[in-house]
């Protein structure tokens, strides 16, 4: 069960992260999803809990009386310790028999998934531990959140491929759809419908998933499909999709180019558009390997976008993929400051990135994405690889 | 449009709390959703973004310039300023601009749904900050986001009639199926076929969304359905199911009873205990009105079941209901360490509350739970109030 084997790899990292006991401190998960709790607890909670990795195999969890029979079925935490008016006291109760040096908690600056403590809740631990020696021994478990998330197993990886093929088979299915006088918002209807058949959820909400874009007059980004943008001949269609499968992720762009009566291909400059993007993918994929730097990855594909005299695409190469489709981690982007310390990361094997990126043109936006899995000596594409546009 | 209209009452909450510059700050919201966010706000967006509304009527937001586009088409904020690499040069800008006296954050020790902001992008928040005078005018903005989600306007207290009235359908619907040999799992899961059916989703993760309970060995608070505890001659039948619709949540727990072979009704002590509960949550619905303190409804109702003999409930009589089934605010609860400051807060018009209770008999555990809408002399019952347990 994927739970166990997170929780089993949560206990081993703690060794190789220096922490002797890592504590997700979560209340009210629902309203406040924390990124470090799905992978190794597995069920909500309402009232303050806390949730205790220690470096000598123990797993403990304090909930509110009524949510330790959920947290028991899940079967990962020995010890469910229930609680009905104050956490305070089994806390600290707990916390004096692991003694920890040092407490990593569920907060970084930079990386989003392991970022799951409210600010609010850490004044509130900080109150619950006012007067103790635990107060000093706060720290991040940001390192061992992000090796965890990072680090797919084989089940994980398994998981992803099935979603990107899901994904693939909903645009072989779209291709023969698309033609000149659909809207952008009804060629989304036709995914969502597809989605709702093959019992998948849109990877991030669904009003904007997948983003449409047809011809030179579309919005561009996170956007929403829009009802008056309707394919033309001549339009290039890019669509940015991802579904969810089994709590996994896939995130692909894809692009077709519509012809004109009396057209066999596109014209040149889309043609040297689309040549340049597939080249700068390939140019990320061959440095992708274990060890590299994320800046060093995304840096290899910027410079052939750069060096065909194209405008630098404003966003990093690539992010980690899995349970969530921004999945933490390392980044495969530019030292920018909003990238912070994700793009100094190290690439590990079993890490799953995707590698995206655009130019605009005449016809429209040309914008592809590919999802990948880093392996011993480089990295194994998950996804088909497009590399021909694909003609209406 | 209701956005709007809770960006005009955040607009003149200002000014009722002393603040004159409330900011959301936010990152990768699908990961970390932050409940003051989707009050007015209505979009999702990746990078690091700040919502700016001002004492003198500003409304500006900075978000990357991919998100520029769904923020642009809420129309809520006058100004959307899209960036790149940094945020911190429009941020600054910004706040040169307005030069706040206070900068109120996302965040409260007790209040779950004015907690949005997490620890790590608070840290990140004070070094993009850091050197200018605005890291010491950073306060939290509890008062307002519990005052914007407490009181409920019309169309938000409209929606959420309309999701009680569903919950309350398939109540009517499920009456009929209830029968000895069916599991609490097979319960659920024609809960679950109805919500599909009529377009509704679970208040709460569908695992757990409706809580069933059939006779005295079920485990009783946030649990799963059991597929081996069966319903039998005898036992008490209960749930606990709540609907999300347009928006906006219902919560009510329903009873039945199944009874013996020539029973007529049902045992006195499960009589006794049905009418304990009732006469409990009439109490609280009786002191429940404008100004009164949270505790103070949730000791009415709580002597009622201590007076009959019965032990506490081991949780709070009420708790506030709208977009999220736990909707934050003022909590109807006991003085626990666990409830914070939210018992001590004062009840207002239009503030919505469930009002909860149970105890346990030798058949099977007795819950109700009603949703009521505080008004200006006291309060209205938004749900149908069981007062008789129905009959099997």
């Not at 916390?95 to 990593?104: A, E, F, S, Y």
């Not at 339009?235 to 969810?244: E, N, T």
């Amino acid at each position: 069960m994927l739970l166990h084997e997170k929780a089993d790899q949560a206990q081993a990292l703690l060794a190789e992260t220096g922490l002797d006991c890592w504590l997700t401190f979560a209340r009210e998960t629902d309203l406040h999803p924390d990124p470090g709790m799905e992978q190794v607890v597995g069920a909500g909670v309402v009232r303050n809990s806390a949730f205790f990795f220690g470096a000598s195999g123990e797993r403990i969890a304090i909930v509110a009386n009524f949510d330790t029979s959920a947290i028991r079925a899940k079967g990962i935490f020995r010890e469910v310790i229930g609680y009905d008016e104050d956490i305070r006291g089994p806390l600290l109760e707990v916390l004096r028999r692991l003694d920890p040096r040092q407490i990593g908690l569920n907060y970084s600056l930079d990386d989003v998934t392991a970022d799951g403590l409210t600010h609010g809740h850490w004044l509130l631990l900080q109150q619950l531990l006012s007067g103790t020696p635990y107060l000093e021994r706060l720290t991040s478990a940001a390192s061992l959140l992000a090796r965890l998330r990072g680090r797919k197993s084989p089940a994980e990886v398994e998981r992803i491929r099935q979603a990107v093929a899901v994904t693939e088979q909903i645009v072989g299915w779209l291709t023969p759809q698309i033609r000149p006088g659909l809207s952008e918002w009804e060629l989304a209807a036709l995914v969502h419908a597809r989605f709702a058949e093959l019992g998948v959820a849109p990877a991030w909400p669904a009003e904007g998933c997948p983003i449409v874009n047809s011809g030179p007059s579309s919005d561009l980004g996170h956007t929403y499909p829009s009802a008056t943008v309707r394919i033309e001949p001549g339009h290039l269609v890019h669509i940015d999709l991802g579904v969810r499968r089994d709590g996994y992720c896939s995130d692909l762009q894809r692009m077709w180019y519509v012809r004109r009566p009396g057209e066999s291909a596109p014209p040149a400059d889309v043609q040297r558009a689309f040549s340049t993007v597939v080249r700068a993918i390939e140019a990320g994929a061959a440095a992708l390997r274990p060890g590299v730097r994320g800046f060093e990855v995304d840096a290899s594909a910027r410079k052939v976008v750069v060096d065909a005299g194209y405008s630098e695409f404003k966003h990093g190469l690539g992010h980690g993929l899995g349970r969530a489709v921004h999945d933490g981690g390392t980044i495969l982007g530019p030292r920018w400051p909003c990238y912070g310390r994700n793009v100094e990361a190290i690439v590990e094997v079993g890490n799953v990135f995707t590698l995206e990126l655009g130019v605009p043109t005449a016809s429209g936006f040309i914008g592809l994405e590919e999802d990948v899995l880093v392996t011993a000596t480089g990295c194994e594409f998950l996804s088909s690889w497009q590399r021909k546009l694909m003609l209406i």
